[in-house]
């Protein structure tokens, strides 16, 4: 039998975020939707963050609404805090992101707290959340950033992220995702790690979560299936980047992941073709953003449809 992937859009939060050119909220609806009819089942649409930080998230209450309407979508969203948890719950979204690091560096730079802090605080928004009556209870997430290596720290070590990822589950995570935030993994530490992550807390679904950053994105993704995760996020057209390395590229591209996970006898349940269309809406808003990918340029092969399909 086919085993399904699923392919999480994360560029309206992972890719926006680090843009500069706000895109209008009719926009961001327009490459949802289009998206969405596309195949894709689950999108990140915003980051509730305060909007004086990143000005692109001022319209996260109309996106969460507006992205509520589309029936059959799984509608999550980035929280850093318990705030953004509340404000989460407030508007009904289907699944909550909490993000953390693996370093300390890394935390206190991005959260503005130590690991441990990070962890308690996590237990805390679980807690709150087991007051939400279960109807409208939202998912919880439980990210872990740098798993591959930090641009402040350097190495991370394996049984820490190891640890951490079991730590999130006992606490009450309904999901991990594994990060590699600054593109320093390579597809052997990643199959070793989700291997062992796997093995740990392969009761809950298990996120590949990785930038292009170095241009391993693609064969870190097969590290990855290999180990056996079968979800992934990742962003149309590559966007996204680092603001520690400039003019790197982003995350994995989704339509080439797509592509990947056909070829290897997966099924996405994505039209490739129409997801690739999508891209008219980033050229058309961000025309000074670099688009990435190589299905865009060079189309699917000419037998592509039957061979996968036969796979
Ligand atoms: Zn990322």
């Known amino acids: 039998m086919t085993q399904h992937i ?3 859009e994360v560029g309206l939060r992972d890719g926006l975020q680090i843009v500069k050119t706000i895109v209008p909220t009719q926009a961001k609806m327009e490459w ?13 649409v915003c980051s509730f963050v305060p909007a004086k930080l990143i000005p692109q998230f001022a319209d996260s209450t109309e996106i969460v609404a507006d992205s509520l309407r589309i029936r059959g979508l799984t509608v999550s969203a980035l929280i850093p805090n318990m705030k953004g948890a509340q404000r989460g719950v407030e508007l009904g ?3 909550l992101n909490y993000v953390m690091s693996v370093s300390e560096g890394h935390n206190l730079a991005n959260v503005r707290r130590t690991v441990a802090e990070s962890l308690e605080d996590f237990s805390n928004i679980v807690a709150m959340l087991r007051e939400v009556p279960a109807g409208s209870r939202p998912k919880l997430s439980g990210g872990l950033s740098t798993s591959f290596g930090c641009t402040i720290e350097g190495r991370v070590s394996e049984d820490r992220v190891v640890e951490l990822a079991e730590r999130l589950v006992e606490s009450g995570a309904d999901e991990i995702v594994i990060a590699d935030t600054v593109g320093y993994g390579g597809p052997h530490a990643v199959r070793r790690v989700f291997e062992r992550v796997l093995a740990r807390v ?6 590949a979560h990785f930038h292009d950053t170095r241009g391993l994105g693609l064969a870190n993704a097969v590290g990855a299936l290999d180990a056996g995760v079968r979800y992934f996020d990742a962003t149309l057209a590559g966007l996204g980047g680092c603001p520690h390395a400039p003019g790197a590229t982003g995350n994995v591209v989704i339509e080439d992941l797509a592509f990947l996970c056909e070829t290897m006898g997966y099924a996405t349940g994505i039209d ?3 997801l690739v269309a999508v891209r008219h809406i980033l050229a058309r808003e961000l025309p000074n953003e670099k688009l990435s990918g190589a299905i865009a340029v060079a189309g699917l092969p000419r037998e592509f449809p039957k061979a996968a399909a036969s796979a």
Do not use: C, W
């Open 202 to 207: 392969g009761s809950v679904p298990v996120f």
């Open 93 to 95: 979204v289907h699944k």
């Open 6 to 8: 699923t392919l999480r």
């Open 272 to 274: 490739i073709g129409k």
């Open 32 to 44: 949802i939707r289009e998206e969405y009819s596309a195949g894709v089942k689950e999108i990140e």
